[in-house]
Nanobody
Framework: QVHLVESGGGSVQAGGSLRLSCLASGGAASGNPEYTNCMGWFRQAPGKGREPIAIIWRGEKAGYDDSVEGRFTISRNVEATDVEATLSLQMDNLKPEDTALYYC?????????????????WGQGTQVTVSK
């Protein structure tokens, strides 16, 4: 099974920055060699549904939700180790409305890599809290 483990969440004041990381592994062993081609970040605020905020295709082409465009930057590094990839999300100029549980996700296939696509693998999430 593909394993995604997020870290880097925390509490910050409005205008501050945080950098989230997601360590990805298990794809080769579980027969999912292409999952690092399409990875993304999602978030779920209290009382709301989970929403996509940033995706990246083959570490090259990124897409963002309008709510984070220009403030967040997604990136991906592929590793030749047990950790097969590291997905990052640099979050600058944070706002109170960015408060949420942030999830890392990946698609089994690299095709159809969009914000609205179905994602097969998920991490447990890391909490981000932004105060006024």
């Amino acid at each position: 099974q593909v394993h995604l483990v997020e870290s880097g969440g925390g509490s910050v004041q409005a205008g501050g920055s945080l950098r989230l990381s997601c360590l990805a592994s298990g794809g080769a062993a579980s027969g999912n060699p292409e999952y690092t081609n399409c990875m993304g970040w999602f978030r779920q605020a209290p009382g709301k549904g989970r929403e996509p905020i940033a995706i990246i295709w083959r570490g090259e082409k990124a897409g963002y939700d309008d709510s984070v465009e220009g403030r967040f930057t997604i990136s991906r590094n592929v590793e030749a180790t047990d950790v097969e990839a590291t997905l990052s999300l640099q979050m600058d100029n944070l706002k109170p409305e960015d408060t949420a549980l942030y999830y890392c996700a990946a698609r089994r296939s690299g095709f159809g890599c969009t914000l609205g696509a179905f994602y097969d693998f998920w991490g447990q999430g890391t909490q981000v809290t932004v105060s006024k």
